[in-house]
């Protein structure tokens, strides 16, 4: 929203819609990688150990980071995640 106008950016239509094309096309559209839990930017082992730490205390509800298919419990489904994209070495990429 800028000066009372909202603007809509449409990520999935192309992978040049992001920096760096750091997209994946998922079907028919481009999608963000998920899983740097700890925003460091590198999906990595750190980002996994959190996943299973909080997947080990059956954690639960909104917005937990470790919840990366967002299905509001953290469990192994979420570590496929973490483990695919940095098996992959997922970064960020910067300007």
């Known amino acids: 929203m800028n000066n009372g106008s909202i603007y809509n950016y449409d990520f999935t239509s192309s992978i040049s819609m992001a920096y ?3 997209l994946t096309l998922r079907g028919n559209k481009y999608c963000l990688f998920s899983g740097d ?15 299973d730490n909080d997947a080990a205390n059956f954690m639960s509800g909104y917005y937990l980071p470790t919840d990366i ?4 419990v953290v ?3 979420d570590a496929v995640f ?7 070495f997922v970064t960020k990429i910067t300007p």
């Open 20 to 22: 760096g094309n750091n």
């Open 37 to 51: 839990v700890n925003q460091d930017g590198t999906i990595d082992l750190p980002d996994g150990s959190l996943i």
């Open 69 to 72: 298919n967002g299905d509001i």
């Open 75 to 77: 469990d192994v489904s």
């Open 82 to 88: 973490a483990d695919n994209n940095g098996y992959n």
